[in-house]
């Protein structure tokens, strides 16, 4: 596609459950990135693939989120036996390959809501 | 350590009055600095970065910053408020030397523009 897309747009869930949320990458884009952005925080970043290397995930809160990507394509963010605190918008972004300068393209994000 | 404040959560201007957004940094190194903005049910868009080179730089749709070390800020302006302006814009802060994973934002500062 054109951009990046995430789904679902809203995900409502009850606490303890499991919830997996899609990011499609624009094609060729090597860097893939999950944020999080919690109501009236900045954005935080969670974990980063870039193309077959190993993924940096110093940024996932606890070992109830992970993420996997195949190759340069799809990801997908796992969050196991949800949490009130959970409640954020779920960010992806892709870039043509890792660094700064590389401009970032954003989805229009995952809003989960933990009941 | 990378940090950014964004002074004022909420910026009211009237159409046509001069847009002044203030973003602070704190960076143990020479930073990469940038400004985001989500329009209304929109993802994250970069209006401008600043890197190397000349301190004042130009983004998209008539916005400007000045990186100023000194003062440790990098504000984001613009001349003339248009309507079309009202959206969320966002500081951010990287240490330019490793990817955008180290990418630091601010909180955000809300723009309304009065007719």
């Known amino acids: 596609g054109a951009g990046v897309s995430q789904s679902p747009s809203n995900k409502v869930t009850e606490k303890g459950k499991d919830v997996e949320l899609r990011c499609d990458p624009i094609s060729g884009h090597t860097a893939l990135y999950w944020y999080r952005q919690r109501l009236g925080q900045g954005l935080e970043f969670l974990i980063y693939f870039q193309g077959n290397s190993a993924p940096d995930k110093s940024g996932l809160p606890s070992d109830r989120f992970s993420a996997e990507r195949t190759g340069e394509s799809v990801s997908t963010l796992t969050i196991q036996r949800t949490q009130q605190e959970d409640s954020a918008v779920y960010l992806c972004?892709?870039?043509?390959?890792?660094?700064?300068?590389?401009?970032?393209?954003f989805g229009s994000g995952t809003q989960l809501s933990v009941l | 350590a990378q940090s950014v404040t964004q002074l004022g959560s909420h910026v009211s201007v009237s159409e046509g009055a001069l847009v002044l957004l203030r973003c602070n940094y704190s960076s143990s190194v020479p930073p990469y600095l940038f400004w985001y903005v989500q329009y209304p049910n929109q993802g994250l868009q970069l209006l401008l970065k600043?890197?190397?080179?000349?301190?004042l730089v130009k983004g998209i749709n008539g916005f400007e910053a000045e990186f100023k070390k000194s003062e440790t800020s990098f504000h984001l302006t613009k001349p003339s408020a248009h309507m079309s302006d009202a959206a969320e814009y966002f500081c951010a802060v990287s240490d330019g030397a490793t990817g955008a994973n180290n990418l630091f934002f601010g909180t955000g500062t809300r723009l309304t523009v009065i007719p």
């Open positions: 600043y890197t190397t080179g000349a301190t």
């Open positions: 972004a892709s870039s043509l390959s890792q660094g700064t300068n590389e401009k970032l393209f």
